[in-house]
């Protein structure tokens, strides 16, 4: 992949469309204006034109818009082509465009350029991806204020905060006689505190961020027959799975997304726990225990007559240390209120629709997401984990009795932090990052 090369892309999804977009960037694009224009047009004016082919004929007519360097989406010369957006027309635009000697876009590529130029950081290029696939207006939005720097700006205040951390000790190096006076004059130990407190609040906000921008996968377990399929019908509004008064009904894992207040939550029925002597059953039962591994959440579900009973605890007993909610379902057979009990658990009826509002805003509760949309940005899991690395080289520092391991602490969790915006970032890393997004963007 060489920045020297011009490159070229249909922008626009595949399909029937009013209008269909050419991108073309890279230091041919003047050349190629005279060509495919006849002309050579004036930057961000809108030009009506004819895309001409080798002989002069026209392939389309558009408007065509010419962004010159640095002030444009990849901070190279850039055209864009909109024509009719039709597949064959726009693949006839992108061949000439070929022909004068751009070369195809990778996926990614114009905000990897974007990114090397300097026109956005590494978290905000990862925000037009989360932009482009949000399955949510809050994901959007979230993905929007991510790309706008705000998370950016979060982790360049930490690591400027490092810097002044690290000149303070740095400068105790140089003077080794006077270490323990200036280091507690200048109150190091007490500024890596507040450091590791905003730290701990960025990362919390990112893994919020995380969550909404992939969804929670919440997986339903409990005894045969408690209603687990029921309440996946009733959250999903639609009879996605089969429901019958026989216990062992489910066998495959059936998953369903839904929306609550703009988060997404995966939903995820398993067949029911118990020990089976059917042994399509018993394949079943393997795989309800593989997905609860990989899951964010266990909603537990038991009959609301018969309460937790032994067998319920032999089975919670076995269930990975997940954030989990217990239900007691068919309340409207027991003459029970539904809602939320003390405990936390929450009473409901999947046939009835009766505290199903109880469990929502309990399953948001439980990964404290009752007022996101607002200020929250998306974050993806690489974040988190560079946040959890600075946090624990931050920890190690406190811990340091010599200023020069403080130091390499410091210097650590200011390279961690770097990697989010990608001033530090390994170019593999890069490579996988972009290689996800779509072509053309
Ligand atoms: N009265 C009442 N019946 C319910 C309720 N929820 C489920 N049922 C009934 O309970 C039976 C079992 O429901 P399912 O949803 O198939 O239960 P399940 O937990 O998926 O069962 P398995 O797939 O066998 O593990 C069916 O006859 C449902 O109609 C409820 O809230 N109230
Ligand atoms: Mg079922």
């Known amino acids: 992949m ?60 558009g408007i065509a818009l010419y962004f010159k360097n640095p002030h444009s989406y990849t901070g ?43 026109r956005i950081d590494l978290a905000q290029a990862e925000s037009v991806a989360d932009l482009i696939d949000a399955s949510t207006a809050s994901a959007a939005r979230c993905a929007m204020r991510s790309l706008q720097g705000e998370f950016s700006e979060k982790v360049r205040d930490l690591v400027s905060a490092l810097i002044n951390l690290r000149m303070l000790v740095e400068a105790t190096l140089d003077f080794p006689e006077e270490e323990i006076d200036f280091l507690a004059e200048g109150d190091a130990v007490g500024k890596l505190g507040s450091i590791r407190d905003k730290v701990n ?47 062992g009904t489910t066998r495959d894992v059936i998953r369903q997304s839904i929306e609550i207040e703009g988060i997404p939550f995966h939903i995820i029925d398993t067949a029911g726990l118990r020990e089976s002597e059917d042994p399509v059953e018993k394949i079943g039962i393997a795989r309800t225990r593989e997905v609860i591994e990989r899951s964010d959440m266990i909603l537990y579900l038991a ?26 379902n068919k309340a409207d057979l027991s003459g029970k209120p539904a809602g939320i009990e003390m405990d936390g658990s929450v009473r409901l009826s999947a046939k009835s629709g009766e505290g199903i ?85």
């Open 303 to 328: 009959d609301c007559s018969r309460g937790l009973d032994e067998e319920d605890g032999k089975i919670l007993a076995s269930l990975p240390g997940l954030p989990r909610l217990i239900v007691y």
């Open 76 to 118: 190279e010369d850039v055209l864009e082509l909109q024509g009719h957006g039709g597949q064959v027309v726009l693949g006839m635009i992108l061949a000439r465009c070929i022909e004068l000697g751009a070369r195809i876009a990778e996926p990614g590529e114009f905000t990897r350029r974007a990114f090397l130029n300097d």
């Open 2 to 61: 060489r920045s020297d090369e011009s490159i070229a892309a249909i922008a626009t999804a595949p399909g029937r469309g009013g209008v269909g977009v050419v991108r073309v960037s890279g230091s041919l694009v003047p050349a190629m204006m005279e060509k495919i224009l006849g002309k050579r047009i004036a930057p961000r004016n809108a030009s009506l034109c004819d895309f001409l082919d080798a002989t002069g004929g026209a392939i389309d007519r």
């Open 357 to 441: 509002d109880s469990l929502k805003s309990r399953m948001l509760e439980l990964f404290s997401l009752h007022e996101p949309a607002e200020t929250q940005f998306v974050a993806r899991q690489r974040h988190v984990s560079a946040l959890r690395d600075a946090d624990a080289f931050l920890e190690k520092a406190g811990k340091a009795t010599q200023a020069e391991v403080f130091a390499e602490e410091l210097r650590l969790a200011q390279d961690s932090l770097s990697r989010i915006t990608g001033e530090f970032t390994p170019d593999d890393l890069l490579g996988e990052i972009f290689s996800n997004f779509c072509i053309g963007k």
């Open 201 to 247: 609040a960025v990362l919390r906000s990112a893994q919020t961020g995380s969550l909404i921008r992939s969804g929670i996968h919440v997986v339903f377990a409990g005894q045969p027959n408690v209603g687990k399929s029921s309440l996946l019908n009733r959250l999903s509004g639609e009879e996605h799975a089969i429901v019958t008064d026989i216990p």
